[in-house]
């Protein structure tokens, strides 16, 4: 009757304990790895291919170029946008202007050709050379890995970029110049290509945010 | 063989596309009001208008200018009155002169887009073009002269 006892009760005793374990250890991993995508972008929730924790590892990656001085320069906190490998304000104190391209005799493209100039620190170039726009400034001067993951999952805070748009934009001719900004500039810490594998793998499998 | 439109006219230059806008103007058109101040889009001293735009000569080949407008320091007025050659005169804002062009230029950009600048209009504007005479307090009150010009002239820069 004792033995009886002791496997009725005592063994559900063990699993309780063992099911406690294994949430433990998922809820570890869980604030480790954050868990959210963007409460605004539902093309992201749920998804068949959603992985956080393999989201979220693609974001360091992505993360480590976005704040380089190549994407970050241009993506600055105030309205001068920022220069050289120290990211300092940028010489003659250009503005962003409303559209992003500068303004009166200082717009970004009276200075910036459409490729870049010869020479050691002269003026690198892009057709599309510009600052974000000021009613989106998109800013990624100062932006923690978190707060910078969920502004760019926010449709309302990204340009308006659906999923499709932000997998075509890693692609787009004006961020893949950051890996050939002209002499004296160092390229982003990953190739282009790596780049590109990391931000569709973050989007991909979720767009999640670390915590 | 380039084809280029530069104060309303139209020149035929054999010359390398890759060539600074800067010195077909100087070298091949004899149009040296516009002067070579870094070559690095650092001064502003070869500022033109490139479709009404200040580009820097100096970094702008002159393949960007084919089928475009041009319009230097020679080409800014008819006979020299733009309102800001005029208040240039009347301020006395040259010292040495050298970075005047550009300045004239720069401020012309501004003015067509601004009629009315404010002192950080202006600073906006000017902060690429460096005059080492330090003529600053002149240009800017030479600028603000000629947007009071060209309202009272009801003319358009």
């Excluded at chain 1, 063994?11 to 959210?36: H, K, Q, W």
């Excluded at chain 1, 992505?62 to 994407?71: D, G, H, I, N, Q």
């Excluded at chain 2, 516009?34 to 100096?58: D, F, I, M």
Aim: net charge positive.
């Amino acid at each position: 009757m004792k033995q009886y006892f002791n496997k009725r009760y005592i063994l559900p005793g063990r699993m309780l304990m063992i099911i406690l374990g294994i949430v433990i250890v998922i809820g570890v991993a869980n604030s480790a790895f954050m868990v959210d995508s963007n409460a605004d972008n539902k093309e992201f929730k749920q998804g068949k291919g959603n992985d956080s924790i393999a989201s979220v590892k693609a974001f360091e990656d992505v993360y480590e170029v976005l704040k380089s001085p190549r994407c970050m320069n241009c993506h600055p906190a105030g309205d001068v946008p920022l220069q050289g490998d120290d990211s300092h304000l940028h010489t003659m104190l250009p503005k962003r202007g409303k559209d992003g391209h500068g303004l009166y005799a200082m717009k970004c493209g009276n200075c910036h050709q459409p490729e870049n100039t010869p020479g050691l620190h002269t003026p690198p170039g892009n057709p599309k050379w510009a600052l974000p726009p000021s009613d989106m400034k998109m800013v990624f001067e100062g932006k923690k890995p978190r707060e910078l993951a969920l502004q760019i999952m926010d449709y309302n805070r990204n340009g308006h970029k659906n999923k499709a748009k932000l997998l075509e934009h890693a692609r787009d001719t004006l961020v893949k110049a950051g890996w050939n900004m002209g002499e004296g500039r160092n390229p982003p810490p990953l190739t282009f290509k790596e780049f590109v594998a990391a931000w569709d793998t973050w989007i991909e499998k979720g767009g999640y945010a670390p915590k | 063989m380039i084809t280029l439109n530069i104060n309303k006219k139209t020149y035929n230059i054999d010359v390398d596309p890759n060539t600074p806008l800067l010195w077909v103007l100087r070298d091949h058109i004899n149009l040296v009001g516009t002067k070579y101040g870094c070559g690095v889009a650092q001064c502003g001293a070869c500022t033109v208008h490139l479709n009404g735009e200040a580009v820097r000569s100096c970094v702008t080949k002159v393949s960007r200018a084919v089928g475009q407008k041009v319009v230097t320091i020679e080409g800014l007025s008819e006979n020299n009155d733009h309102p800001l050659q005029k208040a240039w005169l009347e301020k006395d804002v040259a010292q040495c002169g050298y970075c005047q062009a550009g300045q004239i230029m720069s401020a012309a950009a501004l003015l067509r887009e601004n009629k009315s600048p404010t002192d950080q209009d202006i600073d906006n504007a000017m902060s690429g073009n460096i005059c080492r005479c330090g003529t600053y307090l002149r240009i800017k009150s030479a600028i603000l002269l000629a947007a009071e010009m060209q309202k009272k002239e009801g003319r358009k820069a």
